[in-house]
């Protein structure tokens, strides 16, 4: 089965400066990955995908993820912080189980932008 | 984009009573929803798969008698909690796939329904 990993539970970052959200995965095969964000009470919203191409893939709110496939991360970056960046961020992966495709969420990470 | 409408955001029951939640692709069809379950401070967790017009698979553990499930239409899912109890509290997400895409996994997610029983 697939998985991923999200080895913080939590990141603090000063506003203004780079942040970065690590994700692992373990797949057999090609991998599709994910990246969504969750605020407060509320349900998960899409920032971005990687399927095949580019490394380097961007998202939505000036986010950005790397795929490397020999350290097998895709950690979510992005060059400056803000306040309002505070969330919950889950990597997931696709999966295929019960004849469907579904995604598997990693335990997800809590960022905190201090002002 | 794809938009998923879930309502309601926030109910409060009593113990033993039944709620119904449900979930609406707005924009778009969708053959399969995804209900979740989510923990404070935790992960989600899939609890079941919903399926238009046939039966909701459900994880290991989850109990398809207390939750049931139904997908009647190509863009309503719904979810019923029956005889709620306060450990059922939570926070419940559901989430869409478009049809016709169903091999990229991507999915869109509701705003979530939080479930308070009392």
């Known amino acids: 089965a697939q998985s991923v990993a999200q080895p913080e539970d939590q990141v603090n970052v000063a506003e203004g400066n780079p942040l970065t959200v690590k994700c692992t995965y373990s797949?057999?095969?090609?991998?599709?990955l994910f990246w969504y964000v969750q605020y407060p009470n509320r349900g998960l919203q899409f920032l971005l995908k990687y399927i095949t191409g580019d490394n380097l893939v961007k998202g939505s709110y000036g986010f950005e993820a790397e795929f490397n496939k020999s350290q097998t991360s895709f950690h979510l970056k992005k060059p400056s912080a803000l306040v309002s960046d505070s969330a919950l961020y889950f990597c997931?992966?696709?999966?295929?189980?019960?004849?469907?495709?579904?995604?598997?969420f990693g335990s997800g990470t809590r960022l905190l932008v201090r002002p | 984009g794809a938009v998923v409408s879930q309502h309601p955001s926030r109910v409060i029951c009593k113990s033993g009573t039944s709620v119904k939640i449900e979930c609406r692709s707005l924009d778009f069809q969708a053959t399969t929803m995804f209900w979740y379950r989510q923990f404070p401070k935790q992960s989600l967790m899939l609890m079941a798969t919903?399926?238009?017009?046939?039966?909701?698979?459900?994880e290991q553990g989850v109990e398809k008698d207390k939750f049931l499930i139904n997908h009647a239409s190509l863009t309503l899912s719904t979810l019923t909690v029956t005889s709620a109890h306060p450990e059922d509290s939570s926070f419940y997400i559901c989430?869409?796939?478009?049809?016709?895409?169903?091999?990229?996994?991507?999915?869109?997610f509701g705003e979530g329904s939080r479930l308070t029983v009392l």
């Open positions: 989430s869409a796939r478009v049809s016709g895409r169903e091999n990229t996994g991507e999915l869109f």
């Open positions: 797949v057999s095969g090609n991998p599709y």
């Open positions: 997931a992966v696709r999966d295929y189980m019960d004849s469907s495709y579904k995604l598997i």
């Open positions: 919903s399926n238009e017009g046939s039966k909701a698979t459900y």
